[in-house]
């Protein structure tokens, strides 16, 4: 079942097109890879769906209902949670805090106990610092502290922003094996990466984005083993 359905979508930033007519969908229960090079417009596609900028043309439908014109908390109440490129912690707040701001939202707070604890299995490392300030975290510590605080609000659908961005490559690999385990604990997941041999050895299928349109699409498998994509996005 489809539970995200981008439809023509077109977003401009002022005289600049970044998107433009882009068509594509995320089933429940996959991972899909929107992968493209600098400025392809993954980042501003990302925001749309999330509510910070508004389409010049098109529909985003989530749960068959269309959100293109909700506000981001409606979109966030909805299932929606974004991990933002570059991460956005809060720095001056401790570990146990930033968790508290992904769950500001929720009504459901009795189920919270159980929410902190399954973040800090998954992440044993702010379980350890979590009175610790987040300034003081590592970049890839960082990352976990942001999946996690958009894991709080109990997402149906989280969107990643290039997780690997700046992190060592065992880190990568942790990122990557985390997103898998999301997957097999029920959300669905969107992400968005620069590291397209990564991002497409673990999706189910993936887009290739190039100056706001999409070129490609298929199973992560075969985007990998396509030679077109090997030249242009897998150093091969
Ligand atoms: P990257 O991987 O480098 O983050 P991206 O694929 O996420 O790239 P976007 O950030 O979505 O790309 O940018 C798409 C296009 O829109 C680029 O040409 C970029 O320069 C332009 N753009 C992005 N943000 C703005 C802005 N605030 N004002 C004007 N142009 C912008």
Redesign the pocket.
């Known amino acids: 079942m489809s539970l995200l359905k981008v439809e023509d979508l077109s977003v401009n ?2 005289v ?1 097109q ?1 998107v433009k007519g882009v068509n594509f969908e995320v089933n429940e229960g996959e991972i899909v890879s929107l992968i ?1 090079a ?8 990302l925001k749309t769906i999330s509510g910070i900028l508004k389409p010049a043309g098109g529909k985003i439908y989530y749960e068959d209902r269309e959100i293109q014109s909700e506000k981001s908390e409606k979109i966030v109440l909805g299932g929606i949670s974004q991990v933002p ?1 570059g991460r956005h912690i809060f720095p001056g707040l401790t570990v146990m805090e930033n968790l508290q701001m992904g769950a500001f939202l929720r009504k459901d707070k009795a189920a919270l106990k159980n929410d902190y604890d399954a973040v800090f299995s998954r992440f044993p490392v702010l379980s350890e610092r979590k009175n610790q300030d987040a300034a003081t975290l590592s970049g890839g510590e960082q990352q976990m502290l942001a999946m996690g605080r958009a894991l709080m609000a109990k997402p149906k659908l989280i969107l990643l922003d ?1 997780p690997s961005m700046g992190l060592a490559p065992i880190f990568i690999n942790e990122i990557f094996d985390i997103i898998k385990e999301i997957k097999k604990q029920g959300t669905t997941v969107l992400l ?1 990466e ?1 590291n397209a041999s990564k991002a497409l050895s673990i999706a189910d299928r993936g887009y290739v ?1 190039a100056t706001g349109n999409i070129l490609m699409t298929g199973t992560g498998e075969e985007l990998l083993a396509n030679e077109d994509v090997q030249k242009a996005y897998l150093g091969g």
């Open positions: 930033y002022g600049i970044a493209g600098n400025g392809a417009g993954k980042t501003t596609i490129e290039e968005i620069q984005l």
